[in-house]
């Protein structure tokens, strides 16, 4: 183990030149230049822009159920679904099954007279919908406000900005931007670039007022490219030509104090850098680190918009929380709209 530089290895290791305090903030060391968060909520915030929603905007977002149509934005989780190629397909087994009923299983020692099923699931939290926490993406050995990436370990998880911090959040009232539609390319063609441009576009074609507080979703069409028989180099060239998400598409969220975006694709940004001189990820790192605004990936989007095409209504309630996972960095959900 070593390293010369952040985010790097070597064979040596060569101290960083800033401290840490005793509330687990970095001293003397990154602090974003441009547009952020920190310290906009109190310098102990850990839900960022979620913040932007309180009582009045989930009374606003209950008020927009008229027909009492839901819809379900998960994926199913199983090996069929999109997954970057690190994170391991779902496995789903059972302890107790039906058959082990009908033929007898010394299972059944422990509750005679009864029969049940019982199953177990293991899988990476940010596997298929989800949420990126806080605490997923560090620039510079820091996270959202400051504070240090030691705060996570193998051992305790996220002591700071675990996603259960989130668990009553993403109730409000959320936007449907249909990107696709909008722009008469559906899909949005490899590697788009999103800007401001855009979405004022899209906010435009389709009528709908942006208010702060709103969740944005992001509809690019890609999640419908995706097939399971994928072979790895094709799934790399699926996930790396996504459309998403430019630098300047942040600009737009704090115009409009947007409190979070989810998207149908991986990362919600585009993978193809549009600087190479810049930050790797500059979107994640813009969003999570400097604004502390949420990031969905995965989402199903494809069924909300056509409802929303026919109505004309592409505003709704969502309700989204994440799984209360105590020192998570993420976390998958099954999100629901409500029209």
């Not at 820091?142 to 051992?155: L, R």
């Not at 305790?156 to 668990?167: C, F, K, M, P, Q």
């Not at 490219?225 to 969220?253: H, I, K, M, R």
């Amino acid at each position: 183990m070593g390293r010369d530089d952040y985010a790097s290895y070597a064979k040596h290791w060569s101290a960083p030149d800033y401290t840490v305090d005793d509330n687990g903030k970095v001293v003397g060391g990154y602090v974003p230049e441009g547009s952020n968060n920190w310290g906009r909520w109190g310098d102990d915030d850990q839900r960022g822009t979620q913040n932007l929603i309180g009582p009045d905007q989930r009374i606003r977002a209950a008020s927009l159920v008229q027909s009492g149509k839901v819809f379900s934005l998960a994926l199913p989780i199983d090996a069929d679904g999109p997954r970057f190629h690190t994170r391991p397909a779902p496995l789903h087994w059972f302890m107790m099954s039906g058959s082990d009923q009908v033929v007898g299983s010394p299972y059944s020692a422990a509750d005679p007279d009864f029969q049940w099923n019982d199953d177990m699931f293991q899988m990476p939290l940010q596997g298929s919908t989800q949420w990126d926490g806080f605490a997923h993406v560090i620039y510079r050995d820091t996270m959202y406000n400051g504070y240090w990436a030691g705060n996570v370990t193998a051992f305790g998880g996220a002591s700071v900005l675990g996603i259960e911090n989130h668990r009553e959040s993403f109730v409000g009232r959320a936007v449907l931007l249909d990107l696709a539609r909008a722009e008469g390319c559906d899909p949005l063609a490899l590697a788009t670039v999103i800007d401001s441009a855009m979405l004022d576009r899209c906010v435009e074609h389709q009528g709908t007022a942006v208010e702060p507080g709103d969740i944005a979703l992001i509809r690019t069409g890609y999640m419908a490219l995706w097939e399971p028989s994928f072979t790895p180099d094709q799934q790399g060239g699926y996930f790396g030509g996504s459309p998403g998400f430019g630098v300047d598409a942040l600009n737009w969220c704090d115009a409009n104090d947007i409190s979070a975006v989810a998207s149908d694709t991986i990362a919600v940004e585009v993978l193809v850098p549009e600087d190479s001189e810049a930050r790797k990820h500059p979107v994640h790192c813009g969003a999570l680190v400097d604004r502390g605004l949420p990031l969905g990936e995965f989402w199903v989007l494809d069924d909300l918009a056509a409802d929303c095409a026919d109505d004309g209504r592409y505003e709704f309630m969502l309700v989204a929380p994440p799984l209360n996972i105590p020192g998570a960095v993420g976390s998958p959900l099954n999100p629901i709209a409500i029209k």
